[in-house]
C-alpha cells in the first residue's frame, strides 16, 4: 500500500516568497494532519481536517500561513510570504476514522523547507 | 495545557542491552499515547499505542507501559540492535484527534 506521499521532498527560496507544500494521504483514511518539525519546538501540530473540512487550526503560527484539502486525496500548506523562520520540517499524517478503535496516525516522509 | 516530556534527550548504549526510555505527561485526562520512531530523514512509524484503558502493549523486543495517574509512561526495549538506532517519540492524545508530542529520545546502538 502507498503510504502519505508528501511533495517536494526539500524545498529551499528566498525569504518573500510563496511556497505550497503538498499531500497525498492514504485512501480511505478521513483525518489528515500539518505538523511542523523543528530543533527548538519539536513537533507541532499546524491544522488538521476531517472529511475535508478543517476541524483545528489553532497551531498555525499567523495569517501567513494557510491549508486547504479541495478532495479526500490532497491536501495544501501554503506560507505567503515565506520568513527565515519558517525553515523547518514538515510533516503530513493521515489516519482512519477512530470508530473506538484507537487508530494511528501515519506519517509521511516530510518536507524540509529552507527560507534564506 | 498538555506537556509532554522525554528522559533522557540522548542515549548511548552497547549491542544486546536492555533498555527504557522514558515519557512524562502533565494531564491525566488523556485518550490514549503512542510511541513513534523517525528515523534520520524520515517520517515518523508508528511502533504501539496504548489505550487509556490499558496498562500496557507489546509488539516483538519492544514493550510500553502506561500509568495514567502518575502520568508516566516507558518504552522497554530488549536486547538492542544496531538497527533500533533512532529517535523514539512519545506523544498523547486528549479528547479531539490533537496529539502532543514529546521532543523524543535519540537511541544509539553500539555494535
Known amino acids: 500500500d502507498a503510504g502519505v506521499i508528501q511533495s517536494p521532498r526539500h524545498e529551499v527560496t528566498e525569504m518573500g516568497q510563496e511556497v505550497t507544500l503538498r499531500c497525498k494521504p492514504i485512501?480511505?483514511?478521513?483525518?489528515l494532519f500539518w505538523y511542523r518539525q523543528t530543533m527548538m519546538r519539536g513537533l507541532e501540530l499546524l491544522i488538521y481536517f476531517n472529511n475535508n473540512v478543517p476541524i483545528d487550526d489553532s497551531g498555525m503560527p499567523e495569517d501567513r500561513f494557510s491549508a486547504k484539502m479541495p478532495n479526500a486525496s490532497f491536501s495544501t500548506l501554503k506560507i505567503q510570504p515565506s520568513e527565515p523562520r519558517d525553515s523547518a520540517v514538515y510533516f503530513c499524517a493521515s489516519s482512519p476514522a477512530d470508530r473506538g478503535g484507537n487508530q494511528p496516525q501515519h506519517f509521511g516522509d516530510g518536507t524540509r523547507l529552507s527560507i534564506l | 495545557k498538555q506537556e509532554v516530556t522525554q528522559i533522557p534527550a540522548a542515549l548511548s548504549v552497547p549491542e544486546g542491552e536492555n533498555l527504557v526510555l522514558n515519557c512524562s505527561f502533565t494531564d491525566s485526562a488523556i485518550y490514549n499515547l503512542q510511541w513513534f520512531r523517525q528515523d534520520p530523514g524520515k517520517g515518523l512509524t508508528s511502533l504501539l499505542l496504548?489505550?487509556?484503558?490499558?496498562r500496557e502493549q507489546t509488539s516483538g523486543r519492544l514493550n510500553a507501559s502506561l500509568d495514567k495517574s502518575s502520568g508516566r509512561s516507558t518504552l522497554y526495549i530488549a536486547a538492542s540492535q544496531p538497527g533500533d538506532s533512532a529517535t523514539y517519540l512519545c506523544?498523547?492524545?486528549?479528547?479531539?484527534?490533537?496529539?502532543?508530542f514529546g521532543k523524543g529520545t535519540k537511541l544509539t546502538v553500539n555494535p
Open positions: 485512501s480511505g483514511h478521513d483525518y
Open positions: 496504548i489505550q487509556s484503558s490499558q
Open positions: 506523544a498523547v492524545r486528549g479528547g479531539s484527534e490533537k496529539l502532543v
